[in-house]
């Protein structure tokens, strides 16, 4: 695949991404920019036996976004996961990231509860704190955090199930 | 965080890039129940389209946004110097953050707040 056929591919899901993190439309742009810079000089190195194409592209992205942040040391407008890789370059969980795992979470949230689904969503895919889903979702924070514990315990053997997936791994960027 | 956590929140997050469509529809309906969420009409989904802004509660309230939830509804206020609120639309809310942001965390001025609701 070579950086064009890229560009068609994920340059959409890659702004859209991007677009969500950042508050400015034009930071966001640049921030597109950098990426597929960065793919066209990495394309090269790129091994299909050890990242899927959208892992990949995704981890690439992510990192990027990161060093936006990190270089204008505004690591306070990072989403806590985002922040947290900032100290560590090395991460194992590639295996799990592909759209079969996905899929799959997709259906173990929906063998909770709804109180237990929303708030374990809006926790960790909308980034609220469990006092704003108090707020959202007229929950007590009693009842939030019971239904966080237990959502959690849910998804925790979702995960512990998965079997690893040998040889992939997060590409450093 | 525990390892649990932290592989969630991965997975969201790699779910904002790749956009699965079964757990996409599940955290729409997620959203959806609890907000009220109406259909979106054309104009709605092509401002979507062109990239508007998303922030936290939290964020906005950073910078001076008030967040109240009225019959499920997302609402949203300013409060003037004087002390007096005034109802905004999410537009402006959003240009509140983006302003506060930009100038390093400075709240907007009255003025500039009418400025900001005169542009949505």
């Known amino acids: 695949m070579d950086v064009e056929k890229i560009y068609l591919e994920y340059h959409d899901k890659i702004f859209r991404y991007v677009r969500e993190k950042v508050g400015l439309k034009e930071d966001a742009e640049d921030i597109c920019s950098d990426i597929f810079l960065k793919l066209q000089k990495k394309l090269p190195e790129y091994n299909s036996n050890k990242a899927a194409m959208s892992t990949w592209v995704y981890t690439i992205a992510r990192n990027t976004v990161i060093d936006f942040y990190r270089t204008r040391h505004d690591t306070d407008e990072l989403s806590d996961e985002l922040a947290g890789e900032l100290a560590s370059e090395y991460d194992t969980d590639s295996e799990i990231m592909d759209r079969e795992t996905l899929s799959e979470l997709a259906a173990a949230l929906r063998k909770l509860t709804d109180e237990e689904r929303a708030v374990i969503v809006l926790h960790y895919y909308d980034g609220l704190s469990l006092a704003d889903i108090e707020k959202r979702t007229g929950l007590s924070y009693g009842q939030v955090k019971l239904r966080h514990n237990s959502g959690l315990k849910s998804m925790k053997k979702f995960l512990s199930d998965k079997p690893a997936k040998k040889g992939f791994h997060i590409v450093k960027t | ?120």
Request: proline letters at 1%.
């Open chain 2, 1 to 120: 965080m525990d390892n649990t956590e932290r592989k969630l929140k991965k997975l969201f997050d790699y779910q904002k890039f790749e956009k699965e469509p079964g757990l996409q529809e599940l955290v729409d309906d997620v959203h959806g129940s609890l907000s009220g969420m109406r259909k979106l009409t054309d104009d709605e989904l092509e401002y979507a389209a062109a990239g508007a802004a998303r922030f936290s509660d939290s964020q906005l309230e950073k910078a001076g946004v008030n967040i109240k939830y009225v019959n499920g509804k997302k609402t949203y206020q300013a409060t003037l110097s004087g002390g007096k609120s005034i109802n905004i639309n999410e537009n402006v809310a959003m240009g509140m953050y983006d302003c506060y942001n930009l100038s390093g965390g400075t709240k907007l001025t009255d003025a500039q707040l009418k400025d900001l609701i005169a542009q949505s």
